[in-house]
């Protein structure tokens, strides 16, 4: 069986149409390019964080305060409360709502992984609105 190629014609036609096959091949490769290198882009730079200038929100009647002192001691309100008895004096003082907003101060020298471990404390114990108190800063 035999084919036969040649029809009779020395001149190439021209072709109107677009070969996108080496176009969707650089696409690919470009592609798994950005694929790998995304990842390897973020870099783990210290910041000094400033004061925040945000409008200050009102403030509850009876605001729920959970305090973090320098020597890492929480206290409530005004009552020293432990670690491990966190849980029930929240309840208590929020008479059993776990969706009572908790107003979370921290001294300026207790570390952020410090304070991580507070609101994971509070994660725990089911309150989930969390409210960071700073300083209000001069515009």
Known sequence: MSV???HGKTELDEVHEI???PFIDVMLVLL???MVAAPLATVDI????PSSTAAPQPRPDK?????LRPDLT???GDNVVARDALAGALDEAANGDRDTRVFLRADKVVSYGDLMAVMNLLRAAGFLKVVLVGLDSQR
């Open 4 to 6: 036969r190629l040649d």
């Open 19 to 21: 070969n996108v096959t």
């Open 32 to 34: 798994i390019i950005f």
């Open 46 to 49: 210290a910041v000094n964080l």
């Open 63 to 67: 605001p729920l305060i959970l305090t």
């Open 74 to 76: 929480l206290a409530l």
